[in-house]
């Protein structure tokens, strides 16, 4: 086990490699002069150049490229153009809220998705699975900012269950949580569409394999056949599905965040985009670019778990 | 009694521990249900061997699936007759009697060794996880229970194997697996359903000559399908050979090779590979119709070189040559 971690830590090498150098070469050729940006467009050309100086703009791209690689090696992601602190400061202040909001619609995803696409596929063309892929339908087919407001407009402006007002920062833990509720189901509700099918196809091909019948054959109750024989054989393709959306619920938090005014990743990267603070987006993007690698490396060690055909490899 | 003992009534013999009562069985195409198996009648006693041989459609395989209660839910259903596992009816009983029946008094095995296993659960617990299910055990008397069940399907270094899982063995192995599995709670009757069909010659004679030692040892009543009559010939007792659904020739091994009486029996021998002679192989012409084109009568008719007016009505099984037990279902081969 302990190889294998090991193993796939040196791989991600690579690819972080690939993705530091994609932002950095992003950051660079959009559009805007970034000094006309930090001083606006009536700064002298003198303010300007000792500006480029400061930030480095001034060197070599090479050079620059160099910089910037032995920054976030160290770990510094620089500071911002627009406020001036330091970046890493910024995102860590925020980050605990994106990390809350990912996990909970983490749970909500695969806490509906799993038994509903079970059901679906147990009661194949009955009641649950029309139920199922509708409901599927309508959580791929609605965009996470159309969710969010009704979800805002049913449960908390007319129900008044949870707050309209985000108080994400709230130190009363209980309420804290029932900040959470509306944005976790908001940007969870997109996972559990496509946990379900991916579950109730995973279970209709498993419930159909020789070995179920076997199962069936020594006598077990219907229900152990399900879960432990068909259902055991579908956590591969849901924790790959799992996996692979905790990089796009990171990615689709910036709507929900910004929805339900929650402070996060997300509305740090509008900001950034509005200032245009090169310097805050190039380390937003960096820490986001982590993050998928890390819930990937995480998808492949869940894998050694759940199929006893991986290990040995 | 019933037809099926009828048949082969030996006095003071053991009372059979699977009775199969004019089954039938039905499919369903489209809206339709259509018998694919039509009243067919045995009884195997213990420690005797019933063959069942015909061609892939014939009803060998939903014959097994309806006494085992494995028939797919609305694509199959017995519609008629009887089946009595160990003195339990199984087609009056309801589905949690015929789940206790099943994996404890009767047993299977099937085809595909490679895909009949669990891949992701260590194959020790896969075969002790009857024992928990039927018999109460702890796990861990089921583990070793099942480390006994391994040892005597003679799988190698049984002990050290328990925790190992279904692709860290060979297909050989895997069914072997598969025999301590369907015979861990010591089941009256063993449904093996081609057994050795997708190993390796090799290994095929040494899986049978493993099923036919445990069936003795145990006094198993066995169920054996194939399609190879080589295998009837070298451990079954009885066979019966099906067509369409119907069974066409019924007897005892010897008898059976003796005067093989069914132009469907016959065109099967004619169409195994022979060791000896120069002649051949004699393909048989035609198809198994589909289940919505079958004939009414005899179904083999419409392939059949002896076919003539009557065979539109079906005849009756008849005793043929010199065993009583010996019958046919042929207009052209009853005694006048």
């Known amino acids: 086990m302990l190889r294998f971690v090991i193993k796939r830590l040196i791989l991600a090498i690579p690819t972080l490699w690939a993705v530091l150098t994609t932002v950095f070469v992003l950051v660079r050729v959009v559009p805007g002069?970034?000094?006309?940006?930090?001083?606006?467009?009536?700064?002298?050309?003198?303010?300007?150049?000792?500006?480029?100086?400061?930030l480095g703009l001034s060197k070599p791209i090479l050079a620059q490229y160099v910089d910037f690689m032995s920054q976030?090696?160290?770990?510094?992601?620089?500071?911002?153009?627009?406020?001036?602190?330091?970046?890493?400061?910024?995102?860590?202040a925020v980050l605990p809220y994106t990390i809350e909001l990912t996990l909970a619609a983490l749970v909500v995803g695969t806490v509906l998705g799993v038994p509903l696409g079970v059901l679906a596929a147990k009661n194949r063309n009955g009641f649950a699975d029309w139920f199922a892929r509708i409901f599927s339908l309508a959580g791929v087919s609605f965009?996470?900012?159309?969710?969010?407001?009704?979800?805002?407009?049913?449960?908390?402006?007319?129900?008044?269950?949870?707050?309209?007002?985000?108080?994400?920062?709230?130190?009363?833990?209980?309420?804290?949580?029932?900040?959470?509720?509306?944005?976790?189901?908001?940007?969870?509700?997109?996972?559990?569409?496509?946990?379900?099918?991916?579950?109730?196809?995973?279970?209709?091909?498993?419930?159909?394999?020789?070995?179920?019948?076997?199962?069936?054959?020594?006598?077990?109750?219907?229900?152990?056949?399900?879960?432990?024989?068909?259902?055991?054989?579908?956590?591969?393709?849901?924790?790959?599905?799992?996996?692979?959306?905790?990089?796009?619920?990171?990615?689709?938090?910036?709507?929900?965040?910004?929805?339900?005014?929650?402070?996060?990743?997300?509305?740090?990267?509008?900001?950034?985009?509005?200032?245009?603070?090169?310097?805050?987006?190039?380390?937003l993007m960096v820490v986001s670019a982590f993050a998928i690698v890390l819930a990937n490396i995480l998808t492949d060690l869940t894998y050694g778990l759940v199929d006893p055909r991986v290990k040995t490899q | 009694m019933t037809a099926a003992l009828r048949?082969?009534?030996?006095?003071?013999?053991?009372?059979?521990?699977?009775?199969?009562?004019?089954?039938?069985?039905?499919?369903?195409?489209?809206?339709?249900?259509?018998?694919?198996?039509?009243?067919?009648?045995?009884?195997?006693?213990?420690?005797?061997t019933l063959a069942l041989v015909g061609e892939s459609g014939c009803g060998k395989s939903l014959t097994a699936l309806s006494v085992m209660g494995l028939l797919p839910a609305g694509v199959g259903r017995v519609s008629g007759g009887r089946i009595v596992v160990d003195g339990v009816d199984m087609t009056a009983a309801d589905e949690p009697t015929r789940e206790s029946m099943r994996g404890d008094r009767i047993g299977m095995i099937f085809q595909e060794p490679m895909t009949s296993l669990n891949p992701v659960l260590p194959i020790g617990f896969q075969v002790a996880e009857s024992l928990i299910q039927h018999r109460g055990l702890s796990k861990k008397a089921a583990l070793n229970r099942a480390r006994e069940l391994l040892e005597l399907v003679r799988v190698p270094a049984a002990a050290s194997?328990?925790?190992?899982?279904?692709?860290?063995?060979?297909?050989?192995?895997?069914?072997?697996?598969?025999?301590?599995?369907?015979?861990?709670?010591?089941?009256?009757?063993?449904?093996?359903?081609?057994?050795?069909?997708?190993?390796?010659?090799?290994?095929?004679?040494?899986?049978?000559?493993?099923?036919?030692?445990?069936?003795?040892?145990?006094?198993?009543?066995l169920l054996l399908i194939t399609h190879n009559l080589g295998v009837v010939a070298s451990v079954a007792d009885r066979v019966m050979v099906m067509y369409g659904g119907d069974v066409v020739e019924s007897g005892p091994v010897r008898a059976f090779f003796a005067r093989p009486s069914h132009p469907y029996s016959e065109a099967l021998l004619a169409a195994m590979p022979r060791i000896d002679g120069d002649t051949p192989l004699q393909p048989i012409a035609g198809q198994v119709p589909t289940l919505t084109q079958m004939p009414t009568g005899c179904r083999f008719a419409t392939r059949c070189a002896l076919r003539h007016d009557r065979c539109a009505e079906l005849p009756p099984l008849t005793p043929v040559g010199d065993d009583p037990n010996h019958l046919v279902r042929c207009w052209a081969r009853m005694s006048p």
């Not at chain 1, 976030?72 to 860590?92: E, F, M, Y």
């Not at chain 2, 899982?165 to 069914?175: A, D, I, K, T």
Request: proline share 6%; hydrophobic share 50%; with cysteine.
């Open chain 1, 72 to 92: 976030i090696l160290t770990g510094d992601l620089g500071r911002s153009l627009s406020t001036n602190r330091p970046i890493a400061d910024d995102v860590l």
């Open chain 2, 161 to 221: 194997r328990l925790d190992a899982y279904p692709h860290q063995f060979s297909g050989g192995m895997r069914q072997r697996v598969m025999i301590a599995l369907a015979l861990a709670c010591d089941p009256k009757v063993l449904i093996a359903d081609e057994p050795t069909t997708a190993l390796d010659v090799t290994i095929q004679a040494q899986v049978l000559a493993l099923m036919a030692d445990v069936q003795k040892r145990e006094g198993l009543a």
């Open chain 1, 143 to 283: 965009p996470a900012f159309v969710s969010g407001i009704l979800l805002l407009l049913v449960f908390a402006v007319e129900l008044r269950w949870f707050p309209v007002i985000s108080s994400a920062n709230a130190a009363d833990p209980v309420e804290r949580l029932r900040a959470l509720v509306l944005p976790a189901l908001n940007l969870g509700l997109l996972m559990v569409a496509y946990v379900t099918r991916v579950t109730r196809s995973g279970m209709l091909k498993a419930l159909s394999e020789d070995y179920v019948r076997t199962a069936r054959a020594k006598g077990l109750p219907y229900r152990t056949v399900v879960w432990r024989h068909a259902f055991r054989n579908v956590l591969v393709p849901i924790v790959t599905v799992v996996g692979l959306y905790l990089g796009v619920l990171i990615g689709n938090a910036v709507l929900t965040e910004i929805v339900f005014n929650r402070p996060g990743i997300g509305k740090l990267i509008v900001t950034a985009l509005n200032q245009r603070d090169y310097s805050l987006l190039q380390g």
């Open chain 2, 7 to 48: 048949d082969d009534f030996i006095p003071d013999a053991e009372p059979p521990a699977l009775v199969v009562d004019e089954l039938t069985t039905q499919i369903r195409v489209g809206r339709t249900w259509y018998d694919a198996v039509r009243g067919i009648s045995f009884a195997v006693r213990p420690r005797e």
């Open chain 1, 33 to 54: 002069d970034p000094t006309i940006a930090i001083l606006g467009d009536q700064a002298s050309e003198g303010a300007r150049a000792e500006l480029r100086d400061k």
